[in-house]
T-cell receptor, first 112, second 119 residues
Framework: DAKTTQPTSMDCAEGRAANLPCNHSTISGNEYVYWYRQIHSQGPQYIIHGLKNNETNEMASLIITEDRKSSTLILPHATLRDTAVYYCIVRVANSGNTPLVFGKGTRLSVIA | GAVVSQHPSRVICKSGTSVKIECRSLDFQATTMFWYRQFPKQSLMLMATSNEGSKATYEQGVEKDKFLINHASLTLSTLTVTSAHPEDSSFYIC???????????????FGPGTRLTVL
């Protein structure tokens, strides 16, 4: 059951900001928004997560709308190495044995 | 910290043979490990959840007698693909969950994956 909706693919010019949207209109009050990415032939890599406030770390920024029904992952200065599939996942934090469930994600291509 | 390793990184085997894939949490104890499978151009699909010292829980459609999972210690889980066939060729990824403490908000860490090719 898909709890998030993401565009299938996006392109971004190298050095520009990449803005990846995610819709999660059925998110519950205790569910966080997580972002992972998967570079080709590698395991998924954690990027960032948030509940309702905007978050920033060394990799990216996460902007969550006030109603929490959508969010945007921002890579401020995309490089060729950011080419990957980006997954937006909603789940309860520290939720025991509940695994991360991956949707289809957005395939981001950073172009020189 | 929070490193998960897998071995081997890639394996090629003949149809009918068995293949064992190891997943290790290198710097933390993993009470729960997850195994995923990923076919080309598709997303990760959860195969099973294993808890240290108990039997694994398999997702619907995953044959437990074909995909044997052993989670004998807090740092090691193994997936054995028995009597492998070409349709089992896939990218297998393990993930380990911490028992707390280490960056607990990011409690699921992924291995680099194992590419299995069955001839």
């Amino acid at each position: 059951d898909a709890k998030t909706t993401q565009p299938t693919s996006m392109d971004c010019a190298e050095g520009r900001a990449a803005n990846l949207p995610c819709n999660h209109s059925t998110i519950s009050g205790n569910e966080y928004v997580y972002w992972y990415r998967q570079i080709h032939s590698q395991g998924p890599q954690y990027i960032i997560h948030g509940l309702k406030n905007n978050e920033t770390n060394e990799m990216a920024s996460l902007i969550i709308t006030e109603d929490r029904k959508s969010s945007t992952l921002i890579l401020p200065h995309a490089t060729l190495r950011d080419t990957a599939v980006y997954y937006c996942i909603v789940r309860v934090a520290n939720s025991g044995n509940t695994p991360l469930v991956f949707g289809k994600g957005t395939r981001l291509s950073v172009i020189a | 910290g929070a490193v998960v390793s897998q071995h081997p990184s890639r394996v090629i085997c003949k149809s009918g043979t068995s293949v064992k894939i190891e997943c290790r949490s290198l710097d933390f104890q993993a009470t729960t490990m997850f195994w995923y499978r990923q076919f080309p151009k598709q997303s990760l699909m959860l195969m099973a959840t294993s808890n240290e010292g108990s039997k694994a829980t398999y997702e619907q459609g995953v044959e437990k007698d074909k995909f044997l999972i052993n989670h004998a210690s807090l740092t090691l889980s193994t997936l054995t693909v028995t009597s492998a066939h070409p349709e089992d060729s896939s990218f297998y990824i393990c993930s380990a969950r911490t028992s707390g403490g280490l960056r607990s908000y990011n409690e699921q860490f992924f291995g680099p994956g194992t590419r299995l090719t069955v001839l």
